[in-house]
């Protein structure tokens, strides 16, 4: 069964810093393209970000330039570095596969975004 878990959220004033972490196992982790999405209030969960087995990265373009998405295929990890934050970056945020399917989706962890 794979889990991933997710970590990192809080509380954080705009132009702040947070800097997310998916633990995986499991799995033979370093096979899959991962990515980390998000679910705001009211609307549907968006790929945020993506990064290939190799390390190639790809990004949301509300997000590109203050995000950085990386992974450690040894330590099973992906890291999610959200820099200059904003009130709508305010959201639950997930990491799975992408496509999504790896793992059932997790509690996520939650990033608020408030003066």
């Known amino acids: 069964q794979v889990q991933l878990v997710e970590s990192g959220g809080g509380l954080v004033q705009p132009g702040g810093s947070l800097k997310l972490s998916c633990a995986a196992s499991?799995?033979?982790?370093?096979?899959?393209?991962m990515g980390w999405y998000r679910r705001a209030p009211g609307n549907q969960r968006e790929l945020v970000a993506g990064?290939?087995?190799?390390?190639?990265?790809y990004y949301h373009d509300s997000v590109k330039g203050r995000f950085t998405i990386s992974r450690d295929n040894a330590k099973k990890t992906v890291t999610l570095q959200m820099n200059r934050l904003k009130l709508e970056d305010t959201a639950v945020y997930y990491c799975?596969?992408?496509?999504?399917?790896?793992?059932?989706w997790g509690q996520g962890t939650r990033v608020t975004v408030s003066l």
């Open positions: 799975n596969s992408n496509p999504p399917g790896l793992s059932y």
């Open positions: 990064v290939t087995s190799s390390g190639s990265t």
């Open positions: 499991g799995t033979i982790f370093s096979n899959f393209v």
